[in-house]
């Protein structure tokens, strides 16, 4: 199948910081990704749609100036966490599709711990 | 708004007993149905997907899951499970054709050698 990867698997930062988290899709071109957050054990939850060329389509709930996106290229999205504090501490999934009705494949995930 | 149950928080069975994960979904419109499951440290990996046409869907490794519209439900099945099936499951509709996901809270399944 096709291949979504994540950069970085993990990270750690101080509170007050900016992470930016990457989401390539390796062997595809997606013109939609998706960003997901899942607290502990909790589900993933929706948090944009990432589309190339546009802005992106926050969520009811998730603010669009703290979790900044961009999507600059078919094969890349980027979600940047602004100003981060410890109640961002979450596990960060992006996925990837090249079209409607079609399989989307999930990146690694993206642990991020703010301290 | 759009909302996945999955009953199941944490399963516990033995190798070579039967898995039925139940999952409920809150949609009136089209919707595809989906299983992931992930393994741990690993990524999230399709088992299996509904679009249309025969309401029982056969996956990977012996999985797999029948669509009752009537009851809104889309249950994951497995005749016998093995200890490598280990993992977290998660259910998981779109709407209306498009591809953003709204997931179910995930079942963990952990299968006692």
């Known amino acids: 199948g096709a291949v979504v990867s994540q950069h970085p698997s993990w990270v750690i930062c101080k509170s007050g910081t900016s992470v930016k988290i990457e989401c390539r899709s390796l062997?595809?071109?997606?013109?939609?990704m998706f960003w997901y957050r899942q607290f502990p054990k909790q589900s993933l939850m929706l948090m944009a749609t990432?589309?190339?060329?546009?802005?992106?389509?926050?969520e009811q709930g998730v603010e669009k100036d703290k979790f900044l996106i961009n999507h600059a290229s078919l094969t890349l999205s980027t979600l940047t966490v602004t100003s981060a504090h410890p109640e961002d501490s979450s596990f960060y999934i992006c996925s990837a599709s090249w079209s409607q009705n079609t399989e989307a494949f999930f990146g690694q995930g993206t642990r991020l711990t703010v301290v | 708004a759009q909302s996945v149950s999955q009953h199941n928080h944490h399963v516990i069975l033995s190798e070579a007993a039967s898995l039925e994960l139940g999952c409920n979904y809150s949609?009136?419109?089209?919707?595809?149905l989906f299983w992931y499951v992930q393994y741990p440290g690993q990524h999230l990996q399709l088992l299996l997907k509904?679009?249309?046409?025969?309401?029982l869907v056969k996956g990977i490794k012996g999985f797999e899951a029948e669509f009752i519209k009537s009851k809104f439900s889309f249950n994951l099945r497995k005749p016998s499970v093995q200890w490598s099936d280990t993992a977290e499951y998660f259910c998981a509709v779109t709407v209306d054709n498009f591809n953003k996901f709204y997931f179910g809270s995930g079942t963990k399944l952990n299968v006692k050698p």
């Open positions: 062997d595809f071109q997606a013109t939609t």
């Open positions: 990432s589309n190339e060329g546009s802005k992106a389509t926050y």
């Open positions: 509904y679009f249309s046409g025969d309401p």
């Open positions: 949609y009136g419109g089209t919707v595809n």
